[in-house]
T-cell receptor
Framework: GNSVTQMEGPVTLSEEAFLTINCTYT??????LFWYVQYPGEGLQLLLKATKADDKGSNKGFEATYRKETTSFHLEKGSVQVSDSAVYFC????????????FGKGTLLTVNP | EAGVAQSPRYKIIEKRQSVAFWCNPI?????LYWYQQILGQGPKLLIQ????????DSQLPKDRFSAERLKGVDSTLKIQPAKLEDSAVYLC??????????FGDGTRLSIL
């Protein structure tokens, strides 16, 4: 079945540092890939997505590129802010008529001023 | 546009009691999902509806969990009887078919 493995946290950075959160996946067919963010006490928000190989998703300074050859979708940001502190989830949908998301375990990011 | 609405936000019950959660999806979204998020883990799909039909309930513990989606709009998820291991956040999400899912803020359930 489908699965997502992402970098264990927590990750602690200083403001303006570079961020990478690794994500690799196992899926049959042609999955779509997502990063969701969860702020304390809130539901998940879609951060970015990519639907085919070599696509780059981007939003709010975050980027991730769909790499089919390495089955990866790593999240990056060049300069993090305190407001980026949250839990980040990598996820995929397997395609077809079942749109369910399969999530990784999440990575807690804390950014200190 | 109004987001996905869930209630209650918090619920505390004793084991073996019953509990119900409610979800109102975004208007026009045909697909509705219930996820269970245990502390420290990613959400896991419990059940997926398309309109008022079930698409996937393979991970729903059917001996204690039930869900329905009335008239293809609102949905309720019920647990009866609750076990300690059901302590989690229950997230509802909706989407327009295969478009990205929008999540509600969730219901945090604590079992004593």
């Amino acid at each position: 079945g489908n699965s997502v493995t992402q970098m264990e946290g927590p990750v602690t950075l200083s403001e303006e540092a570079f961020l990478t959160i690794n994500c690799t996946y196992t899926a049959t067919g042609y999955p779509s890939l997502f990063w969701y963010v969860q702020y304390p006490g809130e539901g998940l928000q879609l951060l970015l997505k990519a639907t085919k190989a070599d696509d780059k998703g981007s939003n709010k300074g975050f980027e991730a590129t769909y790499r089919k050859e390495t089955t990866s979708f790593h999240l990056e940001k060049g300069s993090v802010q305190v407001s980026d502190s949250a839990v980040y989830f990598c996820a995929l949908t397997g395609g077809g008529s079942n749109y369910k998301l399969t999530f990784g375990k999440g990575t807690l990011l804390t950014v200190n001023p | 546009e109004a987001g996905v609405a869930q209630s209650p936000r918090y619920k505390i019950i004793e084991k073996r009691q019953s509990v119900a959660f409610w979800c109102n999806p975004i208007s026009g979204h045909a697909t509705l999902y219930w996820y269970q998020q245990i502390l420290g883990q990613g959400p896991k799909l419990l059940i997926q509806f398309q309109n008022n039909g079930v698409v996937d309930d393979s991970q729903l513990p059917k001996d204690r969990f039930s869900a329905e989606r009335l008239k293809g709009v609102d949905s309720t998820l019920k647990i009866q009887p609750a076990k300690l291991e059901d302590s989690a956040v229950y997230l509802c999400a909706s989407s327009f078919y295969n478009q990205p899912q929008h999540f509600g803020d969730g219901t945090r359930l604590s079992i004593l």
